[in-house]
């Protein structure tokens, strides 16, 4: 028969209500505190969290739920996330959503009956449209896609200009038929496509587009395609790291040399984009930084819930290399 609370202030000699203040980290005497922690380790006492939560409407635990776990960007986010909250003291649930919109409401729903702190989270654009931050009882702080301004916290990057810098980057070095692969579920895609368009129109340049799901096979599928026809772009932008290397492996399938036949750009800096040739030109999001403001911007939401909402956004950083006939050593370039 497994302990009980009162089992552990009898073997203590103290009450009940100061075995609760010790495991609740409350302010006890440090003689308190070590007749009850020897207590617990002799008796192997295990609380009954779910009553706790009952007790307290409070888990010290967050939620988060990212859109596709094998996405290296959402493994450094998440891993941010985990170091952050365990110096704060809570624990992490983590749920991978892979861009169902119902399974995002599927794993709201158990974020509910978890009576977790807070949840951090990255929407498609589906669940963004349609989003109601008062139909929960916790905080919800969105990373990589948001909604409106003022609907809840956010951490984004600016993906409208890094659109546009990888364009730039692009026309500097004389390509004029460039090319964008897009994912076209999530507010992420949408914004770097807007980027896109933006410094082809600036520059006069036509735009060639084509819009897919969010995986690598997808990508691949459509590069295919567009290979298929009599006429494909000197370059091609590509708006993820899953979605670039479904286009790597399409071009290697062809044949085709990068960049001879075809440049080649997208975004974030996985360990494999430095190995492909002499490297693909990427921008370089701060991962490791969106997940710790997430986490940051979370914890000072629960000491303070009337404060403004908040929306933070940061920048990429543009790394030059040869998949756009670059010179190796080129300088970074850091958005604004």
């Known amino acids: 028969m497994s302990a009980k609370i009162k089992d552990v202030a009898e073997w203590a000699g103290v009450s009940?209500?100061?075995?609760?203040?010790?495991?609740?980290?409350?302010?006890?005497?440090?003689?308190?505190r070590e007749r009850v922690?020897?207590?617990?380790?002799?008796?192997?006492?295990?609380?009954?969290?779910?009553?706790?939560?009952?007790?307290?409407?409070?888990?010290?635990?967050?939620?988060?739920?990212?859109?596709?776990?094998?996405?290296?960007?959402?493994?450094?986010?998440?891993?941010?996330?985990?170091?952050v909250?365990?110096?704060?003291?809570?624990?992490?649930?983590?749920?991978?959503?892979?861009?169902?919109?119902?399974?995002?409401?599927m794993y709201l729903r158990l974020m509910q009956e978890e009576r977790v702190s807070g949840v951090i989270f990255s929407p498609t654009g589906m669940t963004v449209r349609c989003f109601r931050?008062?139909?929960y009882e916790f905080p919800v702080v969105m990373i990589d896609r948001d909604?409106?301004?003022?609907?809840?916290?956010?951490?984004?990057?600016?993906?409208?200009?890094?659109?546009?810098?990888?364009?730039?980057?692009?026309?500097?070095?004389?390509?004029?038929?460039i090319g964008g692969l897009f994912g076209k579920?999530?507010?992420?895609?949408?914004?770097?496509?807007?980027?896109?368009?933006?410094?082809?129109?600036?520059?006069?340049?036509?735009?060639?587009?084509?819009?897919?799901?969010?995986?690598?096979?997808?990508?691949?599928?459509?590069?295919r395609a567009w290979l298929a026809e009599p006429d494909w772009p000197d370059a091609l932008i590509v708006s993820n790291g899953l979605l670039l290397l479904g286009a790597v492996h399409a071009l290697t399938e062809a044949g085709l040399s990068i960049p001879d036949d075809m440049a080649l750009a997208g975004f974030d800096n996985d360990v494999w984009t430095g190995l492909v040739g002499h490297g693909l030109t990427v921008i370089e999001q701060p991962v490791y930084d969106i997940g710790v403001v997430a986490m940051e911007m979370l914890l000072a939401r629960?000491?303070?819930p009337s404060m403004a909402k908040r929306k933070v956004v940061l920048n990429g950083t543009l790394l030059p290399r040869a998949s756009t006939n670059?010179?190796?050593?080129?300088?970074q370039t850091r958005a604004t």
């Not at 009940?16 to 308190?32: F, K, N």
């Not at 809570?90 to 399974?103: F, S």
């Not at 006069?204 to 084509?210: E, F, Q």
């Not at 670059?326 to 300088?331: P, S, V």
Request: glycine letters at 8%.
């Open 185 to 223: 579920i999530s507010t992420t895609g949408i914004e770097r496509h807007a980027g896109y368009e933006a410094a082809l129109a600036q520059h006069g340049l036509p735009s060639a587009v084509r819009f897919v799901a969010p995986s690598t096979e997808a990508a691949a599928a459509a590069v």
């Open 16 to 32: 009940v209500a100061t075995v609760s203040r010790v495991l609740g980290g409350g302010a006890v005497s440090i003689e308190l």
């Open 302 to 304: 629960l000491e303070n």
């Open 37 to 83: 922690e020897l207590a617990v380790a002799q008796l192997g006492y295990r609380p009954n969290l779910s009553a706790r939560r009952l007790r307290s409407q409070h888990s010290k635990t967050v939620g988060l739920i990212v859109s596709d776990i094998r996405n290296p960007f959402f493994t450094a986010v998440s891993r941010a996330v985990e170091d």
């Open 133 to 135: 931050a008062d139909l």
């Open 147 to 177: 909604g409106p301004t003022g609907l809840t916290d956010a951490v984004v990057l600016d993906n409208r200009q890094a659109g546009k810098m990888l364009v730039e980057h692009l026309i500097g070095h004389g390509y004029r038929k």
């Open 326 to 331: 670059c010179r190796a050593g080129l300088a």
């Open 85 to 105: 909250a365990y110096r704060a003291g809570m624990r992490v649930i983590l749920c991978n959503a892979d861009e169902d919109p119902d399974k995002e409401a």
